[in-house]
Each structure stands twice: as structure tokens, then as C-alpha cells.
């Protein structure tokens, strides 16, 4: 499975199997983490029981079983741009599980935060985990019901962006793929511009998790346009060059 399938094939995941995670697959992800840590100066962790951390029903859309490993997003706290870096690599994280065939969630609300998790230095927070474990090859039935319950209707594709002049094939693309990365409560704010070639995309921040939403989109487009982001919001967009 390549990135591109794995964005296709993503699903948010609550129900995890007791089968630990295979010694190949946590080195991947342990080996990647050391990198996003060191290229955005965050400290995502991989915690191999964070269980404690979704005992009981939780406030929040979901409810989770079998949770035994997670990834606990954390870094600085005068970091101004911690929120959409940790968005952006755990999306890039996500991503790679995916095509290890692990399942995963994104988890804001509903972790209990009174719990200790991961190691946190002084300048440090925790700002969101997730879950990440075997799963089932297709959605449970509680999960399924689940998922309907918390998505609403996923926009068109039009509805992401604006644009002065005609857009070229692969900002539609890109724009796909984001229309297929997971937001906060779907409500699928992030915003792009196109204007004669400059790209930004943005979001209305209002709501305590939308600049991770942020780094999520940006993420999944820049995977499939090609180019990457610059921390803030709005941020510009570069196309690599060929």
C-alpha cells in the first residue's frame, strides 16, 4: 500500500485487537517519530500501554475498546505553531499505520487528561492522543454506528476552496485528498486559495482544535500536490520543483 491508498483507505478505528503491534512495524514508527520530533522540534511519543487513559465512557463522540498503545502528541507550550505541527505530523504518523494496516483515531476530548501520560518536561503539554493497534480488516458494528453518528454530510469538493483563475489538475487532486482527511467533529473548516498560482489554506479559529484540523489538511494536500507548508494560518504553499 502506498501514501496514496492510505488516505483512501483511513478510517477512524475505536475497537483494537489484543494481537501487540509486530516488532517491525513499532521500530517504523518509533524510527519516523524521531524524525518529525527533530525536523518540527515537537515530542510525539509512543506509548506501548496507554490504556489507563480511555478507562470508562468518555464526554466526547466516541467510545473505545481493546486501546492498548497510543501516540501521545506533545511539545512545547510557547510553541506558536504547536497545535498545527503536531496535526501535521500525527496525520504523516497516521498515514504510515495505515499502510502498516494498524488502525488509529484521532482523540481530543474524550482522553482523560488527569491521567499522566507519556514523559512531559516543564516547557511541555499534552495536547491530544492517538490510539494506534491491530484492528479488524472492516469497521465493527459499533464502530460503524459510531462513525454515522458523528459525520455529518462530507462536502463537495468545491466547498474547500476559492479560486481567481483556473486551477490546475493537481491542486484538484490535492484538494481531493484533504476532502478524505479526518477533522474534528467532520466539520471540514480548513479553507484554500488559489490566486494565479499562489496557494494558501486557512481556517477560522474558533474552536480548540481547529489548528490541528489545519496541519491535518495541510498534510494530506501537500502529500498529493507535491510540495510542502509553511507553519501558520494561513499558510503558503511550494509546489517542489521537478
Known amino acids: 500500500m502506498d501514501i496514496l491508498e492510505a488516505i483512501e483507505k483511513r478510517k477512524s478505528r475505536r475497537s483494537y485487537l489484543s494481537t501487540p503491534i509486530a516488532k517491525d512495524k513499532i521500530e517504523k514508527i518509533e524510527s519516523l517519530i524521531s524524525k518529525y520530533n527533530e525536523e518540527g522540534s515537537i515530542s510525539i511519543q509512543l506509548i506501548e500501554d496507554g490504556s489507563q487513559a480511555f478507562n470508562g465512557l468518555r464526554k466526547s463522540y466516541g467510545m473505545f475498546s481493546g486501546v492498548k498503545s497510543i501516540l501521545a502528541l506533545i511539545g512545547k507550550v510557547d510553541d506558536p505553531h504547536l497545535s498545527e505541527k503536531l496535526g501535521y505530523y500525527g496525520e504523516l504518523?497516521?498515514?504510515?499505520?495505515?499502510?502498516?494496516?494498524?488502525?488509529?483515531?484521532?482523540?481530543?476530548?474524550?482522553?482523560?487528561?488527569?491521567?499522566?501520560?507519556?514523559?512531559?518536561?516543564n516547557d511541555e503539554i499534552l495536547v491530544c492522543v492517538i490510539?494506534?493497534?491491530?484492528?479488524?480488516?472492516?469497521?465493527?458494528?459499533?464502530?460503524?454506528?459510531?462513525?454515522?453518528?458523528?459525520?455529518?454530510?462530507?462536502?463537495?469538493?468545491?466547498?474547500?476552496?476559492?479560486?481567481?483563475?483556473?486551477?490546475?489538475?493537481?491542486?484538484?487532486?490535492?484538494?481531493?485528498?484533504?476532502?478524505?482527511?479526518?477533522?474534528?467533529?467532520?466539520?471540514?473548516?480548513v479553507r484554500f486559495n488559489y490566486n494565479e498560482g499562489n496557494i494558501t489554506a486557512g481556517i477560522e479559529n474558533t474552536y480548540v482544535f481547529d489548528l490541528i484540523d489545519l496541519g491535518i489538511a495541510k498534510a494530506h494536500f501537500a502529500i498529493v500536490a507535491d510540495g510542502y507548508f509553511e507553519f501558520g494560518n494561513p499558510g503558503k504553499f511550494y509546489k517542489n520543483e521537478k
Open 93 to 121: 504518523l497516521v498515514l504510515e499505520a495505515t499502510k502498516l494496516d494498524l488502525g488509529t483515531c484521532w482523540v481530543g476530548g474524550s482522553f482523560d487528561k488527569k491521567t499522566p501520560i507519556g514523559k512531559l518536561r
Open 131 to 189: 490510539p494506534i493497534g491491530n484492528v479488524e480488516e472492516t469497521q465493527t458494528i459499533k464502530e460503524k454506528l459510531i462513525y454515522k453518528a458523528a459525520h455529518g454530510k462530507t462536502k463537495a469538493v468545491e466547498e474547500f476552496y476559492t479560486a481567481v483563475g483556473e486551477v490546475p489538475k493537481w491542486f484538484s487532486e490535492g484538494i481531493k485528498a484533504v476532502q478524505k482527511a479526518p477533522s474534528a467533529k467532520n466539520t471540514q473548516k
